[in-house]
């Protein structure tokens, strides 16, 4: 009876709803931060505000594929794209915050800092690594680089331990929601159980030959 | 104290967010009725969404204005203006997120209020809340007050030196080191009852300074700032201001302070020695292991655009004043 939404109709749809959901908290966020309306030190908050942002949307990012594949909602993967590419622009601007508003282009500073503090250098590096995958996220791209594509976009799961570890090593004393984000991408990483072994087997025995 | 003359750069007044404004920026948000991508899970930056739902403040402390000397060099001075003072706070009592103390400590009672100064003296005394007003003749001293995560307030405070309670009580020599506590009240303190809100630090909070640390004339026992009695978000009734070590060693709502002989056990130094020492002294050498101490960023008027980050002075640009009591120590060992 009741009438079926064709595939392309339930992508569009799922698109805008996560433009809208991604994008309209990061506009209002700057307006106020820019306004200073956003407490006493708007830098804290946009700093970690877009990093807290980036993990979520990285942790619903690699939801996607354990869902599609339980419920048979070959679909969803299309919007996979879009929510890392937002991933990636969340922790685009958590670094640029850093730069730009902490540092306030101290360059010195901040090669110091990454180079000097454990937490800021696996977070850069996993940053470098999600900055990759964007790029290679284009079409044109992705054919061209056929079977390493996949290597590389496999990375995705050593970019989510890296940056579970920025964050409970960044903060100074209260681990309880950093432990719970480490559940959080265990458990995700849990559904791969036999592609990351797999992954890891290979790793070893190319190294052993 | 200290002498600032402002730079061409620096925000002047009219630069100052209308109070108006600032106080209604939640409805800014609320106006706007939507969550975050931060907010799409439990997590400390979504705590502001959960927020949104939840009743304005019904309560706000009351506040009362003080008699006081006023700071000579206060014309000199660029302040951090009040609502970002009283906004803007690391006070775990009242939760972990820098503007939670404001949020949740505005039904804090101070009155009646107990200050025990007890210990290695020949003359213990109690003081009731009005003591803490009347006792001394008040003074107001501006100084600048260092975080050890690296930013800076210029705060105007009212209050008077430790130095002159403790010459009251009159310490024997036995007393080398003077130990202060907060209340416990994890009834109204709720950060004390709860382990995330309250940041899993060990409650309740303590501190200490070395004797000669706490006669220095710098070292300020406040019960006011900007006019008026402390708002409980910043330590009421009564806290330290020890203005040329980090913030943490400043602790709020004193209940006890204590003569004693040995080097006292201090709450940040438990949770983790290796980051927090017992002298905290500001030192740009020195670098706290999550942050370069070399710099900081002045917080005053200004939003995500305001170029405030500043060299910081050894001992907090204090130096002349203290540096002669830490002559002869290693303080890269003593940090």
């Known amino acids: 009876m009741n009438k079926k939404i064709s595939t392309a109709k339930k992508v569009l749809m799922l698109k805008v709803v996560i433009h809208l959901v991604a994008f309209l908290p990061l506009f209002n966020l700057y307006y106020l931060a820019f306004n200073d309306l956003l407490g006493a030190d708007p830098v804290e908050r946009v700093i970690h505000f877009t990093g807290i942002g980036a993990f979520n949307l990285l942790l619903v990012t690699l939801t996607i594929s354990p869902i599609a594949k339980k419920f048979k909602q070959g679909y969803l993967l299309q919007v996979r794209r879009l929510l890392g590419l937002y991933a990636f622009s969340y922790a685009f601007m958590h670094v640029l915050n850093f730069l730009a508003f902490d540092l306030q282009f101290a360059w010195w500073l901040f090669f110091n800092e990454i180079v000097k503090r454990p937490y800021i250098t696996i977070g850069m590096l996993a940053f470098v690594l999600v900055a990759a995958l964007a790029i290679t996220s284009l079409n044109s791209l992705k054919r061209k680089m056929g079977k390493s594509w996949q290597n590389l976009h496999n990375f995705s799961y050593l970019i989510v331990v890296l940056v579970a570890t920025h964050f409970y090593w960044s903060v100074k004393s209260e681990l309880i929601s950093p432990l719970f984000y480490f559940l959080l991408t265990m458990v995700l990483l849990g559904f791969r159980y036999k592609k990351i072994k797999a992954l890891l087997g290979s790793l070893f025995s190319k190294k052993l030959n | ?335």
């Open chain 2, 1 to 335: 104290m200290l002498i600032k003359t402002p730079k061409s750069s620096d925000l002047k007044e009219s630069e100052v967010t209308p109070e108006n404004v600032y106080l209604n920026r939640r409805d800014l948000l609320k106006g706007l009725g939507f969550l975050g991508a931060g907010a799409l899970l439990a997590n400390s930056a979504s705590a502001n969404a959960i927020d949104w739902f939840s009743k304005e403040e019904k309560v706000k402390f009351k506040t009362t204005p003080l008699k006081y000397q006023a700071d000579a060099n206060s014309n000199n001075l660029i302040l951090t203006p009040e609502n970002k003072v009283t906004t803007h706070n690391n006070f775990y009592e009242f939760g972990a997120q820098k503007q939670q103390p404001a949020e949740l400590s505005q039904s804090f009672k101070v009155n009646p209020w107990q200050l025990t100064i007890s210990g290695e003296c020949d003359n213990p005394i109690t003081l009731d809340y009005d003591d803490l007003t009347t006792m001394f003749a008040l003074e107001e001293r501006i100084y600048r007050l260092r975080c050890v995560e690296a930013w800076s307030m210029n705060i105007p405070w009212i209050g008077f030196s430790l130095a002159d309670l403790l010459k009251k009580v009159v310490p024997n020599s036995s007393a080398k080191y003077v130990f202060f506590e907060t209340l416990h009240d994890p009834i109204q303190m709720p950060g004390q009852a709860n382990r995330r809100l309250g940041g899993g630090i060990a409650y309740p909070y303590v501190e200490g300074l070395r004797i000669d640390e706490a006669m220095n004339p710098l070292t300020l026992l406040s019960v006011g700032l900007y006019g008026k009695t402390l708002p409980p978000q910043n330590g009421a009734p009564i806290r330290l201001v020890v203005p040329w070590k980090y913030g943490f060693k400043s602790i709020k709502s004193i209940v006890s302070i204590k003569l004693v002989s040995e080097q006292p056990q201090t709450t940040w130094h438990k949770l983790a020695a290796n980051e927090y020492g017992f002298y905290a002294n500001v030192n740009p050498k020195h670098d706290h292991p999550r942050w370069s101490q070399s710099s900081e960023r002045h917080i005053t008027s200004g939003g995500l655009f305001a170029r405030n980050r500043i060299k910081t002075l050894p001992f907090n640009g204090y130096g002349e004043q203290v540096a002669h009591l830490y002559k002869g120590m290693d303080l890269r060992k003593y940090y």
